[in-house]
Structure formats: C-alpha cells, structure tokens
C-alpha cells in the first residue's frame, strides 16, 4: 500500500514542483527533509492519487478513472484505493475495467456486493447462470438490494430453466408492499419467457387493469407480447388507450411507432438479461424520483450493462450525471444514443442542457445552431435555445426563437403552453407586459391549472398592483398543488403582505424561508413582514442574513437602507 507517514512533506514538495514545471515555472531547488530515504514511499503512485482525487472533485471521471487505474498498478493490493477506482468505473460507464477490478475486489473481499452483482450480470449476459448463482450468494441484499437480489435470483433460475425456483425467488418481494408491483410484473415477465402464454396474458390484463399502476413498462411488454402473437390490432387499441391517458409518453408512442413500421418490439421477458436491465432501469427511475441520485446512477449503468441496447436507460443516465455535475459523462451517456433512434432529438436536447449546467454555454448554444442548420424545423430544439438564450438574459435573441417555434407549431396543442409560457417570461422581462400577459393567458388555456404560469402571471398581476383578488386565488391555486415549492409560498406571501394582512404574511413566508433558505428574495420578504408586526429585532436579523446570500444590486441598496433606517423610511413598502 502507498505509505504517507514519511517524508511526506518531501513528496509534496516534489509535487507541487512537478506542476511548477508543467505549466514552464522556474522550480526551485527541493531539500529533502526527510531525516531518512524515504524507501517505501512511491511519488509516481502518490502524483497519479492526487491528480485522480483532484479529477474527481472536478467531476471529471473519465480523467479521475484513469489515474486511478495508473496508482493501482503500483499499489494493486490497495482495497479502498480498488473500491474507489471500481465506484468510478461504474459511473464513467468503463465496464471492461470495472469487470477487472470487480474480479480483484472479490477475491481479496468475496462479500463486496456491487462487484460481485456485476460479474454476476456478465455472467447472465453469457449464459453461465450457475456462476451467476454462485456469485449472487454473496450479495446481502441490504438497502435496495433487498429488491435486485431477488430479481436477479428469479432470472439466473429462469436461465437455468426452473421457472418453480424462479417464483419462488419472487415471492420474498411481497414482505416489502412497495416492492410487490415489481413481482407481479415479473410473475408476467416470467410465465411470458417461458412461453406460458394463458398465464402471461392473464398476468398482464391484471397488470394493465391495475388503477394503480406504477410503470408503464409492463404496458410496453404487453404489447410486445400481442406482437409477437400476430395481435397487431390489439397492441394498438392497448398503447391507444393509454395514451389517451398519458398523452404524448415519449415510450408509448416509440412503441406503437415500432408496432405501425412492422419492427420487433423489445420486451423485458425476450431474455433473462432484458428482463434484468428493464428491472434496473425502473429501480433507477425510483431512486431518481426520491433524488438518491447515486444509487440511481449504479442501477442505471448496471441497466446499460445488462443490456446496452436500453435506450431510454441512457438518457435517464445522462440526466442524472448532469444532475450531479458529471457533464462530461453525461454527453457520453447521451452519445450512445444512435441518431436515427426516436430518443435521438430527446438526446440532443439534454446534451445541450449538460453543457449549459456545466457552465459550457457558448458550447450548448453552438451544438443547438449545428442541429438547427441540419433540421430548422425542429422546433423542440429550437425553443430549448430559446430557454437557454432566456436564461442567459439574451431576451431579445431568445424571442427570435419563440417566435419562430410558435409560427412552426400552427394550432398550439396542450403541451406547447410550455412554449408560450417561456416566450411570456421573455417579453416580461423586456417590459412588453401587454405580450407577455397574452403569452400566459395562453398558457393557462392550454393547461389551465399549471403551477408554473399561475404563480407566475399572479405574481406579476400582484407586483403591478392588478387584478388583486385574482391573483390571490391563482397563487393559492398553485400553493395547493405544490405546498413545498418555497417560490410559490412565497408569492402567496407577498400578496398577503401587499394587502396588509401582515400577521398571516408572516406565518406564510416564514414557512417560504423553511422551503428556500438560501433565496435573498425570501429572507428579504419575511424581514418586511416581521418589522410590520413588530419584530424588527428578528426583522434585522433577516435582512442581514438576506445581504450573505448574494441578492442583486437593487436588492442590496434597499435592504442596507431599510437597516440604517427601518422599512418606513426606506420606502420599501411601496416597492
């Protein structure tokens, strides 16, 4: 193992040297202050540690991998160096290198459980299901694994051809009530591989009749299995029906596309992989929903792995790498997307968003233009241009591009009140209220109840002094659906506060604070509410805390005013 303890400020002498001369630095010349040679100490393995932890906490994987890669060949004993350097070969997708060090890790440490799941997925993916069982005894089944463990038992028994070990497998889902709707789906997943077709239909007409159905992927395979059975008709009144009630599911219309073209449809019960990387892909979408972003990560690349043609796998693995700042994996992720996929345009949008979370924007701009010059009449790319040109400030180039996207569309449909929302945004920002507001009436026609454009539009109404009681009751509208969005609280808030109904301001914004602490906006508001209710020390104390959290020039001028000076002689209230 690498050795620190001596002469250590020696080594990072050496180091901090070694980067002197990288970028042409004179160097100085390096005492050795060790009292003696430092024998057991290996700088090349120690300068690659370095660079990979400094890599990694720039969230760089693709570079970190690789310097861990680089120490592990001088310290290759090193366990906690391997679990690192395997963690980040998952998340950088580099399955070949994880498969190496996975087979290291269990040998040195039989019960590390994500190694040993991994080998036992390439195992499934080749066909030797009885080293797959022998590997899956060493999985503990703890955390979510609780869940996988069993599934992947089911699925090695359903490969060696035991579909009675197989249920059985699945039947220790049911102590977990959350974790049911993955057995019965797989019961149909199950009794459909084996070609039990009775059972698997009946199995899926009760998935599919279930009210409260969780995952549409058991829709999907239902189709594919009418597919298969010559039922085209009835695969297409099944994917009808339910997009009548999930209108414009990006799946269900892929499927149905597929059904229409005459092409196979994918189905998890194909083969004991499938089965897996479907069961993979929908935990990860869980995990994703609750924000456990790195659990949904490993269970996302495990789906990818399991079967690499699972489109839509990568792209919730691209968004939840550029959720967690891994922007350069995350165009990967979206890169293995092929371009005549029906993801494809979904894929570039995202890869645009990736770079413009990761402070590329002139980059994500340039790659939305390169798309437009291939298809101009895309108008989902063009109006994410417009989003991030919005975002920038750029209004003005921005409307150019909602207004090209509206005169694309012809007769807006439900989902384009997005579109007019954001061009309202625009136009608000630029002063031109009468457009702005006929941009969100608009968007409240198409979707009339949305949260986004009725605290926006009540908002706006308020801060014009119009449509007083109107605004109110859209904001409380938009409170009711979404009680935990402070921005939302907040404005429900402020219009209490404009009234005058100061103590109630108090207690809304107050709970804004709670839901949003890090906002100046917020802290700023309940300080005005707290001084008219006569708390002006903890009034104070909120304008202060307001000032750390870096509000905008114009904020920072009338909060220091109303602390020299208190709320009614700054003229705050009438802002």
Known sequence: MIKFEKGLVAAVCLFLASCATDVGREVPQVVDVAADPVEDFDFRAFESYVAGQHARHMRDTDIAAGHYLETLKRDPRNISLMR????LMITDGRYRDALMLAERLVEISPNTGVAQMLLALEDVRTGDYAQANDRLVYVKGTGFDTLVLPLMSAWVEAGKGDMNQAQKALDSLTRIAVFDSYRSEHVAYLYDFAKENEKAENAY???????????LQPVLAYGAFLDRAGRRGDARNLYDRFLEKFPDNRFLEISLARLESGRAI?????????????ALFRAAADLSSDNARNPAILYARLATFADPGLEEAYLLLGNLLTAEGFTSAALRAF????????????ARLRQAWALDSGEQTDEAIALLRDYLAVDPEDTDIRSTLGDILRTEERFEE???E??????AIGEPAQGDWFLFFTRGIAYEQLDRW?????DFLKALELQPEEPQVLNYLGYSWIDRGMNMDEAQGMIEQAVEQRPNDGYIVDSLGWVLYLRGKYEKAAEVLERAVLLQPSDPTINDHFGDALWQIGST????????????????????????????FGLALAGAEQR
């Open 434 to 438: 009468e457009e702005a507001e006929a």
């Open 84 to 87: 690192n350097a395997f963690s």
């Open 335 to 346: 890169g293995e997307i092929p371009s005549d996929s029906p993801l494809a345009s979904a």
């Open 205 to 215: 007409i009760a998935l599919v009749s279930n009210e409260n159905l969780t995952s």
């Open 266 to 278: 994918a189905s998890p019960a194909d083969k004991p992989a499938a089965a897996l990387a479907a």
């Open 537 to 564: 020390i903890e009034a104070r104390f909120q304008w202060n805390h307001a000032l750390t959290l870096e509000p905008e020039e114009d904020q920072i001028a009338r909060i220091r005013d109303k602390l020299s």
């Open 398 to 400: 921005a409307l150019v």
């Open 402 to 407: 909602y207004n090209k996207s509206v005169e």
